[in-house]
Nanobody, 120 residues
Framework: QVHLVESGGGLVQAGGSLRLSCATS????????MGWYRQAPGKQRELVAA???????NYADSVKGRFTVSRDNAKNMVYLQMDSLEPDDTGIYYC??????????????WGRGTQVTVSS
């Protein structure tokens, strides 16, 4: 059974930083593209960052220049460094293994999420 566990969420003031971590039990972890999704209150869940098996990052326009995704294949970990946080970054952040299906990313394995709240 695959487990993904997010940590590092919390309450932060606008302009602050948080670092999210995701511990996984995915076998052959290094082969997977990993993603961070965000679900804001009343909005659809969106992919904000992804990192390929080769370490290449991809970001949603809304977080480019502020968020950095990284991974440690030796530890089966993926991270999301979030800087210059804004109130619109508030939401539940989920870690997931992802793959391209046509023009869209689809999540396969999911964590339970960690809450990030940014106060103005």
């Amino acid at each position: 059974q695959v487990h993904l566990v997010e940590s590092g969420g919390g309450l932060v003031q606008a302009g602050g930083s948080l670092r999210l971590s995701c511990a996984t039990s995915i076998s052959f972890f290094s082969r997977y593209t990993m993603g961070w999704y965000r679900q804001a209150p009343g909005k659809q869940r969106e992919l904000v960052a992804a990192i390929t098996s080769g370490g290449g990052p991809n970001y949603a326009d809304s977080v480019k220049g502020r968020f950095t995704v990284s991974r440690d294949n030796a530890k089966n970990m993926v991270y999301l460094q979030m800087d210059s946080l804004e109130p619109d970054d508030t939401g539940i952040y989920y870690c997931a293994s992802v793959r391209m299906m046509g023009a869209e990313w689809l999540g396969d394995y999911w964590g339970r999420g960690t809450q990030v709240t940014v106060s103005s």
